[in-house]
């Protein structure tokens, strides 16, 4: 009888929940909230934890949902801020999936109904939609050409493979039945890609990619911003590469985070190393040239397909600074390479957020024709 009673209940939860942690968030909160309950989500299923704000983003959440709906915690981060509110709010109980979604979040029309259509089957532990860059300036032009391409191709490619390496914050789901079996007590600077090698460490079981459920997420607008973010990303790619020792084991995830290194280092060698090389040192510069517009005719190739993919022609401008911003990148990778694998710094983490000062508000024009 305690069996059925068991299977009953489990048959009973509802079948997705939304969750929001947030800091600082006011100034976008409630456009987050409306745009996921126009997406398909009920208000009485979107959940928000406040990790410690100084500013109004509890009292717009209390507002928008209801103060049953919203929590409260001392600074926690984000990994342990999303820990908590799945036990305040009994998560797990409840609900079958749960969405953990950035707090500057602007779902697509119909991004649940998506997102529950092809939650269907039993191999499916997690889930990633596909993000996309919100218009703004050079930067954010720069990234949604990056995330266009980067998803449409390499990750389609990564989902066949079953090597999803990162969960991305702003569009991942979990199948609550996981969550029990993975430790939100990362000490990660990118709590994403390390609840992600976990599933694939534990054998948890497969991550689905969804591409027609898009999110557009707001992205730096100043180069300062660009480089801290970029640089926390790389440091946590790198914490994860040397705790779950990538490359040290027979598993198929190793070599697709192996291939991802590979590609960024052989990119730079071709920039800095072989171009010149060829140019001055092999005393060929037409071979240097060959080379250089092989290259060059590639990114003008994936940044045409991006422009038309997401229907942002102004994607074409990022081909007039897109080797500068590379460069950039690849910098920006060698620097937490070695600070993380050589220097073996930042084996604890502070209990931070990257959003500070980032934020801003979104025009309604702008939220009105990503949800038309």
Avoid at 203 to 223: K, S
Avoid at 227 to 237: A, I, K, P, V
């Amino acid at each position: 009888m305690a069996r059925d009673n068991s299977v009953a209940k489990h048959k009973r939860r509802k079948r997705i929940a939304l969750l929001l942690p947030a800091h600082n968030e006011e100034l976008i909160i409630a456009t987050t909230i409306r745009s996921a309950i126009a997406a398909g989500m009920k208000k009485s299923d979107i959940y928000v934890v406040d990790d410690n704000s100084n500013d109004a983003t509890y009292d717009i959440a209390v507002k928008a949902l209801s103060s049953k709906n919203v929590l409260s915690v001392p600074r926690s981060g984000k990994a342990r801020a999303v820990k908590r509110a799945i036990e305040h709010f009994t998560i797990l109980e409840r609900y079958q999936w749960l969405h953990v979604a950035d707090a500057d979040s602007i779902f697509c029309p119909d991004y649940f109904k998506i997102y529950k259509k092809h939650l269907d089957g039993t191999e499916w532990v997690a889930a990633v939609g596909f993000v996309q860059s919100l218009g703004g300036n050079w930067i954010a032009n720069y990234r949604s050409f990056s995330y266009t391409y980067g998803q449409h191709i390499f990750r389609r490619i990564q989902s066949w493979f079953g090597v999803i390496a990162v969960l991305p914050g702003p569009v991942t789901c979990f199948k609550t039945d996981i969550i029990k079996d993975l430790d939100f007590e990362t000490e990660s600077l990118t709590e994403d890609f390390d609840l992600t090698m976990q599933i694939h460490r534990k054998h948890l079981g497969r991550i689905r990619f969804i591409p027609e459920a898009v999110n557009f997420t707001q992205d730096p607008r100043t180069l300062k911003d660009f480089y801290d973010q970029t640089l926390r990303w790389q440091r946590g790619f790198f914490q994860g590469v040397r705790k779950y020792r990538i490359g040290m084991r027979p598993h198929i995830i190793d070599a697709g985070v192996g291939y991802q290194m590979m590609e960024s280092t052989y990119y730079l060698c071709q920039l800095l190393i072989i171009l010149p090389l060829l140019a001055l040192v092999g005393h060929n510069p037409q071979a240097a040239l060959m080379l250089f517009t092989a290259d060059f005719t590639a990114i003008v190739a994936l940044a045409a397909f991006s422009a038309v993919a997401a229907k942002r022609p102004v994607i074409m401008t990022t081909l007039f600074y897109f080797y500068i911003l590379r460069l950039f990148e690849l910098a920006i990778f060698i620097q937490a390479f070695i600070e993380i694998i050589v220097l073996r710094k930042f084996k604890t983490v502070a209990r931070g957020w990257d959003t500070e000062g980032r934020r801003y508000e979104i025009p309604a024009d702008e939220i009105e024709a990503i949800q038309s």
